[in-house]
């Protein structure tokens, strides 16, 4: 799926800015056909988007709502765009959507992280004011990623009238409403659909540039452009192969991207449509103890991260975004995982351009159930829980990230899911579809799924190329015994060895850590704690060389659902929510420098 841009033949036009919102606690607004009502009923609140509703008002209704909402909108389609194709699409929407112009149904959606779109021009009034409806509802169920319940009452009863609660098995806020850009695409009818990129490098260094190109007529023409808009190399076809003696690679930490220029043309050869991909030419890969990029070894250095910030909670948010590529670059990191769920399209292309290595995740979280012993006890891949329309939709969230990111040089890695229940039968088969999938979908990238399970319990792990896991002692198991880590972490990081000859990556370690307390000797939820937790961590990855990096968990602080063990979100960030480094910065700062 390509990114809305501008080009010769092609215009977006964007709808961000305030809509008119309702909230549906009734669920009437489908009944009573809103979409085709002069105005929402009820008092009108004024909505950004993108955005989440949750923390703008000040109102808990509006923050703890669950269920529909409605955005309203109008907007001018100018009378030049009669004869062209207009696409809606949506950025995001959690975590189910409808989309309506002038009161006709464009598209709908499942899936709070991924884009859609429907064809537009079969309903716009040109040259005048047009009307853009949107439901967007936020309820999860057992056939959404993540998964939920929503229940009547969560204790003894009694309850009052009406009482619901959104039930989850995940550690982050259930933000809500549209988070990514609305956009109008314009672009010719018959024009270019779909591009596929795929690299490979020869021993004199040469690189093999296969670029496939879906249109309505194979009349194309592909060229390879450098930064000094040379072209380094052309040819015609929709399926071409492109070489260059000498290519510019793009790696970590020394991003390069040519422009891939694709033109078509119609039978009469007049053009009629222009699309440029920025496009990096690197290869990925795995040996039994090694990542590379390029042929070269890799280091994971970074972070798992969220699309999380004050008062926007998950909605696009670029001033923030940017922040972040300067604090991972000042940090000495060179990667992030995408936890749990595919991020914005504009965080994509940043870390192309930053040159950051992603692994990008599916939003497959939130299927396990924990104990306090951390071991599974209920099951998870079962009918009414995760039945068919829940594999189903992680098999389309694959599907959906894979043909929105395929074409990103900064993605490494595809992972399949975070913390899922990997000892079940039934979860072997359903991650045996998935990664089967994605094998066939990108047969250039690596494959992994982060455990949450022990070596000794996981099923999955012969259908991955890096084996990804989280750990958490001294944290949640053997609490505040920092001494306990090392041995604890040898013992496990050996069995997964003797296991399986794979790379192995710790993609979650870290302390929940209040900003400005500070103890000594340290103690939990001090600075100090967290830098010691993270130090016994990395005295041990330091003794494996088949272990490929190590991502503390988290990046910054986060939203949480309100609970016991939660103070205002998760205090793990390395950096606070505000995105200023505890004292664990500094010390991973120099940690990495020279790793
Ligand atoms: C995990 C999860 C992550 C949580 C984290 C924590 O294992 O993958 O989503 O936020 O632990 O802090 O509990």
């Given at each position: 799926?390509?990114y809305?841009?501008?080009?010769?033949t092609?215009?977006?036009?964007?709808?961000?800015?305030?809509?008119?919102?309702?909230?549906?606690p009734?669920d009437?607004?489908?009944?009573?056909?809103?979409?085709?009502?002069?105005?929402?009923?009820?008092?009108?609140?004024?909505?950004?988007?993108?955005?989440?509703?949750?923390?703008i008002?000040?109102?808990?209704?509006?923050?703890?709502?669950?269920?529909?909402?409605?955005?309203?909108?109008?907007?001018?389609?100018?009378?030049?765009?009669?004869?062209?194709?207009?696409?809606?699409?949506?950025?995001?929407?959690?975590?189910?959507?409808?989309?309506?112009?002038?009161?006709?149904?464009?598209?709908?959606?499942?899936?709070?992280?991924?884009?859609?779109?429907?064809?537009?021009?079969?309903?716009?009034?040109?040259?005048?004011?047009?009307v853009?409806?949107?439901?967007?509802?936020?309820?999860l169920?057992?056939?959404?990623?993540?998964?939920?319940?929503?229940?009547?009452?969560?204790g003894?009863?009694?309850?009052?009238e009406?009482?619901?609660?959104?039930?989850?098995?995940?550690?982050?806020?259930?933000?809500?409403?549209?988070?990514?850009?609305?956009?109008?695409?314009?672009?010719?009818?018959?024009?270019?659909?779909?591009?596929?990129?795929?690299?490979?490098?020869?021993?004199?260094?040469?690189?093999?540039?296969?670029?496939?190109?879906?249109?309505?007529?194979?009349?194309?023409?592909?060229?390879?452009?450098?930064?000094?808009?040379?072209?380094?190399?052309?040819?015609?076809?929709?399926?071409?192969?492109?070489?260059?003696?000498?290519?510019?690679?793009?790696?970590?930490?020394?991003?390069?991207?040519?422009?891939?220029?694709?033109?078509?043309?119609?039978?009469?050869?007049?053009?009629?449509?222009?699309?440029?991909?920025p496009?990096?030419?690197?290869?990925?890969?795995?040996?039994?103890?090694?990542?590379?990029?390029?042929?070269?070894?890799?280091?994971?250095?970074?972070?798992?991260k969220?699309?999380?910030s004050?008062v926007?909670?998950?909605?696009?948010?670029?001033?923030?975004?940017?922040?972040?590529?300067?604090?991972?670059?000042?940090?000495?990191?060179?990667?992030?995982?995408?936890?749990?769920?595919p991020?914005?399209?504009?965080?994509?292309?940043?870390?192309?351009?930053?040159?950051?290595?992603?692994?990008?995740?599916?939003?497959?979280?939130?299927?396990?159930?924990?104990?306090?012993?951390?071991?599974?006890?209920?099951?998870?891949?079962?009918?009414?829980?995760?039945?068919?329309?829940?594999?189903?939709?992680?098999?389309?969230?694959?599907r959906?990230?894979?043909a929105?990111?395929?074409?990103?040089?900064?993605?490494v890695?595809?992972?399949?899911?975070?913390?899922?229940?990997?000892?079940?039968?039934?979860?072997?088969?359903?991650?045996?579809?998935?990664?089967?999938?994605?094998?066939?979908?990108?047969?250039?990238?690596?494959?992994?799924?982060?455990?949450?399970?022990?070596?000794?319990?996981?099923?999955v792990?012969?259908?991955?190329?890096?084996?990804?896991?989280?750990?958490?002692?001294?944290?949640?198991?053997?609490?505040?015994?920092?001494?306990?880590?090392?041995?604890?972490?040898?013992?496990?990081?050996?069995?997964?060895?003797?296991?399986?000859?794979?790379?192995?990556?710790?993609?979650?370690?870290?302390?929940?850590?209040?900003?400005?307390?500070?103890?000594l000797?340290s103690?939990?939820?001090?600075?100090?704690?967290?830098?010691?937790?993270?130090?016994?961590?990395?005295?041990?990855?330091?003794?494996?060389?088949?272990?490929?990096?190590?991502?503390?968990?988290?990046?910054?602080?986060?939203?949480?659902?309100?609970?016991?063990?939660?103070?205002?979100?998760?205090?793990?960030?390395?950096?606070?929510?505000?995105?200023?480094?505890?004292?664990?910065a500094?010390?991973?700062?120099?940690?990495?420098?020279?790793?």
């Amino acid at each position: 799926m390509l990114y809305p841009i501008d080009s010769e033949t092609r215009e977006v036009k964007e709808l961000s800015g305030i809509w008119e919102f309702q909230l549906d606690p009734d669920d009437a607004g489908l009944k009573e056909r809103w979409f085709e009502q002069p105005r929402l009923p009820g008092e009108i609140l004024p909505m950004p988007v993108p955005a989440s509703y949750n923390d703008i008002t000040t109102e808990a209704r509006v923050r703890d709502h669950i269920g529909p909402v409605w955005y309203r909108r109008a907007f001018f389609a100018p009378a030049g765009w009669r004869g062209r194709r207009v696409a809606l699409r949506v950025g995001a929407a959690a975590h189910r959507a409808i989309v309506w112009i002038n009161g006709r149904e464009i598209c709908r959606h499942k899936g709070g992280f991924l884009p859609f779109e429907g064809e537009a021009h079969t309903a716009l009034n040109f040259g005048a004011d047009n009307v853009i409806v949107v439901r967007v509802d936020n309820i999860l169920d057992w056939t959404t990623l993540p998964p939920g319940e929503v229940v009547a009452q969560t204790g003894k009863p009694p309850y009052p009238e009406g009482y619901k609660a959104q039930l989850s098995y995940h550690d982050f806020y259930n933000y809500s409403g549209i988070h990514r850009p609305v956009r109008l695409v314009v672009t010719p009818h018959g024009g270019i659909e779909d591009i596929t990129v795929r690299h490979e490098l020869d021993a004199a260094g040469g690189a093999h540039v296969r670029v496939r190109v879906t249109q309505g007529s194979e009349r194309c023409r592909i060229s390879l452009i450098d930064t000094e808009g040379v072209t380094c190399a052309s040819a015609g076809g929709n399926d071409v192969v492109l070489k260059i003696a000498n290519p510019r690679l793009w790696a970590p930490g020394a991003p390069y991207l040519y422009n891939l220029k694709v033109e078509t043309f119609a039978e009469n050869g007049a053009p009629v449509d222009v699309y440029h991909l920025p496009t990096g030419i690197r290869t990925v890969g795995v040996t039994d103890s090694q990542f590379l990029i390029n042929g070269k070894p890799f280091y994971f250095k970074g972070f798992g991260k969220h699309e999380d910030s004050d008062v926007r909670g998950k909605g696009l948010d670029e001033v923030i975004n940017q922040r972040d590529f300067y604090l991972l670059k000042w940090i000495n990191a060179n990667s992030f995982r995408t936890s749990h769920y595919p991020y914005a399209e504009e965080i994509m292309r940043m870390a192309d351009r930053e040159g950051i290595a992603v692994i990008d995740e599916v939003p497959a979280v939130g299927l396990y159930f924990f104990n306090d012993e951390d071991l599974p006890v209920k099951s998870v891949f079962v009918p009414g829980r995760a039945g068919d329309g829940l594999r189903a939709h992680h098999a389309d969230c694959v599907r959906e990230m894979i043909a929105r990111d395929k074409n990103h040089a900064c993605v490494v890695m595809w992972s399949l899911g975070n913390e899922t229940a990997t000892h079940e039968d039934a979860g072997y088969e359903q991650f045996k579809n998935v990664a089967g999938l994605a094998r066939e979908l990108d047969p250039t990238r690596p494959l992994t799924i982060v455990e949450y399970n022990f070596p000794w319990f996981t099923k999955v792990a012969g259908l991955v190329d890096v084996i990804s896991f989280n750990r958490y002692f001294g944290w949640y198991m053997d609490t505040a015994s920092l001494e306990v880590i090392e041995l604890k972490l040898k013992n496990e990081i050996e069995a997964w060895r003797r296991g399986w000859a794979k790379p192995l990556l710790i993609t979650e370690y870290g302390a929940d850590t209040i900003a400005g307390y500070h103890a000594l000797p340290s103690r939990m939820f001090s600075e100090e704690f967290q830098v010691d937790f993270l130090d016994a961590y990395h005295r041990v990855f330091d003794q494996y060389p088949f272990i490929i990096g190590g991502h503390p968990w988290c990046f910054a602080d986060f939203q949480t659902k309100q609970g016991i063990t939660r103070f205002g979100g998760n205090k793990k960030g390395v950096f606070t929510r505000q995105r200023e480094p505890k004292a664990a910065a500094h010390y991973l700062r120099k940690y990495w420098k020279n790793k």
